[in-house]
């Protein structure tokens, strides 16, 4: 049975957010078939009201955390452990001196220099596994390595690109599965600006587009002034809107950065100017052709199951 979204006009955006996710999360277990999440909400939403602001809102947020359109995403498995998402508000951590000191402490700890040696700049074009079974790595510089077995940690995007080639060939199976699982773009804007453009408490804010074609453009926002006692934002380009954002100039993307307060809080700031911009391009990126996975909408059961390449609990 499906829940409906009822006193729709009583609800304050977080109710309504909130109530969304738990009226689709229960669409979801009954679903025979999948549908993507944009028409999930469509279906719960009683009132069709899908161009709302709020709907958009919602449509937005998940876009953002599984990285391309509604209209891509399976309801079926967006809850279902696919992804588990913490949204307690001690869930995300940000390590202030960058994910570098993380590696660094990983060699350090390294109880000798060649258990973990780490090779830079060797971009992977071939993987062969000879008949004895030992495995040689063969790199664009022409250089190869030869180990008794390697693990493959390639970004999704690259595997699906084909740009390491395989001997022999992945099995069936694991082409299935880097076939199906999807890989969407959510680019980062870093913007600094000569005074502070943002509300003292507030962490993140979401902007309600009124045109759904605006959707992922650069509409969640989150305040890194806390961080790094400047006044830096982050916002966010997702799928298609992400893809177009890698081909901006500094100075579109910086038209843009100077409307987002404007949109933000209804009125103009005057004399704000931006200091530093800087944006991802992790899909051109060739060593990373994508952000991060999410469950495609797809049509079988039996085909979402086999996404994992590996037998699973
Ligand atoms: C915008 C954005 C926000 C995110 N936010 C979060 C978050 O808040 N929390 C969180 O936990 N995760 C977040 N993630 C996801 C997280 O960054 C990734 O899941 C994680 O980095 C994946 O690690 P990995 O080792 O699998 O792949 P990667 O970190 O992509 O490492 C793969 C490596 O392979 C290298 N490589 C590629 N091709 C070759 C080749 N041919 N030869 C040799 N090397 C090659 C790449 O250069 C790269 O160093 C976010 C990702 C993005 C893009």
Redesign the pocket.
Known sequence: MTTRLRDFAAMSVVQFLGMSRDAVEHLSSDLEKDISVHSALRQVNQYQLIEDPLSQTFLAEHEFFFGDTADTLSTKYLYDGYFEIDTSPAS?KIPVLGYTKMLDMIVQNSPTEASLHILLD????GVDVQEDKRVVIKCRNGQTYQAGAVIV???LG?LKAN??KFTPGLSPKMKGAIKRVGIGT???LVVEFNQRVWPNKTQQITVAMRDSADQGKFSILTSFQAIVKKPVIVT?AVSQIGKQSETLSDAELKDIALSRPNTSFGTALDNVTVVNISG?K?KSDR??RG??SFPALVVTETSTRQCTPFPML
């Open positions: 995300d060797q971009e992977v074009t940690t390639l970004p690259v740009d390491v959510v680019n980062k966010y991802t992790w060593f990373s952000s991060y």
